[in-house]
Every structure is written in C-alpha cells, then in structure tokens.
C-alpha cells in the first residue's frame, strides 16, 4: 500500500531556528505533495503544494519546500521560525489523481 | 477558497448512541470526503461521498457504521453509529473545489466527539 513517513514526531526549536522537517512515500508513479498545517484550535491549512515544474516551491508564511524525486521526499524548510509557526504540520501525497493520504504529523513547538 | 461549516463542532455522547454531523461549504465542490483524526494521531480517510449515491468506504470503514448522505453538491452527512469510546475523535469534512485540482483538499473546522 502506499504510505507517506514523516520521521520527526515531535520537534522543539527557538525562535531564528532554521526548520527542516522530513517527509518520505512510497514508489508508484506520478505523485502530487502537499503540506498542511494545523494551528492550536484551528483547521488544516493548506502551506504548500507540488504538481509539476520547478521541485522547489514556495508556500505561505516564508515556508519551502523540495521534492526530490530519486529520494521520494518532500522536505519542508523555514530559515528562522517564529514563535507562531507552533503548529502541527502534516505531509500529503496523492497518486495519480487519487485520495489524499496523510503521513503521521509533525508537532512543532518554537520557543520564544 | 470556501467556507466550510460543520455541525456540531463538538458533542459528548454515551455509548450505544449515535450521531449526525452536517457539513455545509459555501462554494461549488466537486469532492466531497469525511476524514477522521483519533488523538495524536494523523488523518485517516473514511470515505468520499457521492452526490445521489452510495459513499465509497476505505478499508476499514463500513456503511452500517458510517453511513453517508450526500444530497446535493454542497451538502453532506456523517452519522456515527452504534458509538464507543474507540469512536472518540475529530471528525473532518474536506472537498475539492469545483475547478481545483484533486487532492488540493480544504477542510471544515473539524468535529470533535467523545464518547462515554
């Protein structure tokens, strides 16, 4: 089955901190990746998202990331976070046009 | 983007109940699915639901103990049946917009139940 891995359950960092957080599918075919983000108390946002073109791509709130076809990953980066980037952050992947399938989130806390 | 709303935000049930939740998005949508989020855990995807059909159910998940409605494009329902305290958890509604692309998904603000 297909799956989608994000290795950092937990991760803590200070504010100026630069950010990677690592996410990983599995093979089958074209994919279409995208970040969301969860705020405390709020829904799912949409952060950033890959179809085509150039594999680095720019989301909101200063936030990047690659995808890096030959290592089936999708890396989100930020230089310096913010107090306020403490959210959850979750990777998604679809295959051809298929459902979403989520990977197991990211908790960030950015201490201030 | 849209606006979606879902009814209840949240809700405490006793075991054995069962509970609708409505989903409402203000914009046209061509997908429409129901996803669940159990504490500390990522979203796992229930099922989508089809206009004036039957819903497609993932692995896992049965019509008896979720069944779907789907009357229009902008309008679905949850119900969770026969509930548990396994049943606990933040139930979402997601959709495609109409002239978005499949799997660029926005989310309802979620319902959180809890189940005595």
């Known amino acids: 089955a297909q799956s989608v891995s994000q290795h950092n359950h937990h991760v803590i960092l200070s504010e100026a901190a630069s950010l990677e957080l690592g996410c990983n599918y599995s093979y089958g075919g074209t994919v279409n990746l995208f970040w969301y983000v969860q705020y405390p108390g709020q829904h799912l946002q949409l952060l950033l998202k890959?179809?085509?073109?150039?594999?680095l791509v720019k989301g909101i709130k200063g936030f990047e990331a690659e995808f890096i076809k030959s290592k089936f990953s999708f890396n989100l980066r930020k230089p310096s976070v913010q107090w306020s980037d403490t959210a959850e952050y979750f990777c998604a992947v679809s295959w051809a046009g298929n459902m979403l399938t989520f990977g197991g989130g990211t908790r960030l806390m950015v201490k201030p | 983007s849209a606006v979606i709303s879902q009814k209840p935000s949240r809700d405490i049930c006793q075991r054995g109940t069962s509970l609708t939740i409505q989903c409402q998005v203000d914009s046209q949508v061509t997908m429409m699915f129901w996803y669940r989020q159990q504490p500390g855990q990522s979203l796992t995807l229930i099922a989508t639901a089809n206009q004036g059909s039957e819903a497609t159910y993932e692995s896992g998940f049965v019509i008896d103990k979720f069944p779907i409605s789907r009357p229009n494009l902008t309008f679905s329902t949850l119900t969770v049946s026969n509930m548990s305290p396994e049943d606990s958890s933040i139930y979402l509604c997601?959709?495609?917009?109409?002239?978005?692309?499949?799997?660029?998904?926005?989310f309802g603000e979620g319902s959180r139940l809890t189940v005595l």
């Open positions: 997601s959709v495609v917009l109409a002239g978005g692309i499949t799997g660029e998904l926005f």
């Open positions: 890959y179809f085509s073109g150039d594999p």
